[in-house]
């Protein structure tokens, strides 16, 4: 069992950040909540985009454990982290799940195990793992052009910084292929995939006009 204590309006910004990077036709239809000893944080991606909100170090866990959660657990958690005014205490366990309870209020959310109920590749964490840790490490370079999609870079304008922080984007290009770094505020981390320009281009909907 892994039990930590977490401010309810943190845990509720880091749900919907998550959240934000669910959509409803995903093929990834989770988001993947993470505590080990070093770190607790949030994970979600579609993958083209990826978002990661981080709780910061957290007490009480031993060696690790991860909770997959739908989009209508995260609205869930969002929900009672907003209401609970105070703290939350979450348990993790392999028979009951999440257990999400307020410290000081009456509320409780429990998210069950659905590793069996849901179907997709679960390889793409360790991705998302592996290419956010990639980027970090690369060299930030100035390509002379780039090209995004606006519908995957506005989820970027849908996260929540905490009050008095700054949520504008500070990103990490290292080529106009490779994946973006991005950072908003404090606590979130992303990556963002930017559009292959020719492919886009040769596109018969776009036509030779969408490149400079």
Same mark, same amino acid.
Not at 136 to 144: G, L, T, Y
């Given at each position: 069992?892994?039990?930590?204590?977490? $401010?309810?309006?943190?845990?509720?910004?880091?749900?919907?950040? %998550?959240?934000?990077?669910?959509?409803?036709?995903?093929?990834?239809?989770? %988001?993947? &909540?993470?505590?080990? %000893?070093? $770190?607790?944080?949030?994970?979600?991606?579609?993958?083209?985009? !990826? +978002? @990661?909100?981080?709780?910061?170090?957290?007490?009480?866990?031993?060696?690790?454990?991860?909770?997959?959660?739908?989009? /209508?657990?995260?609205?869930?958690?969002?929900? #009672? +982290?907003?209401?609970?005014?105070?703290? #939350?205490?979450?348990? !993790?366990?392999?028979?009951? +799940?999440?257990?999400?309870?307020?410290?000081?209020?009456?509320?409780?959310?429990?998210?069950?195990? @659905?590793?069996?109920? &849901?179907?997709?590749?679960? =390889?793409?964490?360790?991705?998302?793992?592996?290419? #956010? /840790?990639?980027?970090?490490? @690369?060299?930030?370079?100035?390509?002379?052009?780039?090209?995004?999609? *606006? +519908?995957?870079?506005?989820?970027?304008? =849908?996260? =929540?910084?905490?009050?008095?922080?700054? *949520?504008?984007?500070?990103?990490?290009?290292?080529?106009?292929?490779? *994946?973006? #770094?991005? =950072?908003?505020?404090?606590?979130?981390?992303? %990556?963002?995939?930017?559009?292959?320009? $020719?492919?886009?281009? /040769?596109?018969?909907? @776009?036509?030779?006009?969408? &490149?400079?």
């Amino acid at each position: 069992m892994h039990e930590f204590v977490v $401010e309810g309006e943190e845990f509720a910004r880091a749900s919907y950040n %998550a959240l934000a990077f669910t959509p409803a036709r995903s093929v990834v239809p989770v %988001a993947m &909540l993470y505590v080990s %000893a070093e $770190e607790a944080f949030f994970l979600a991606t579609d993958t083209y985009a !990826i +978002g @990661r909100h981080s709780l910061g170090k957290v007490d009480g866990v031993g060696h690790g454990a991860a909770v997959e959660l739908t989009r /209508a657990d995260l609205a869930n958690l969002d929900k #009672l +982290g907003r209401t609970c005014k105070g703290e #939350l205490r979450v348990v !993790i366990t392999d028979d009951e +799940g999440l257990i999400v309870s307020g410290v000081q209020a009456n509320t409780q959310e429990i998210i069950p195990n @659905r590793v069996d109920a &849901l179907s997709y590749d679960r =390889k793409v964490w360790e991705l998302c793992h592996s290419l #956010l /840790a990639q980027l970090d490490r @690369r060299e930030a370079v100035i390509p002379e052009l780039l090209a995004l999609d *606006p +519908g995957l870079l506005s989820r970027f304008g =849908k996260i =929540k910084t905490p009050r008095g922080t700054s *949520p504008l984007l500070d990103m990490k290009i290292t080529s106009d292929r490779d *994946p973006i #770094l991005i =950072k908003c505020g404090p606590n979130f981390r992303g %990556a963002l995939m930017p559009v292959d320009r $020719e492919v886009a281009g /040769a596109a018969a909907v @776009r036509g030779g006009d969408f &490149l400079w």
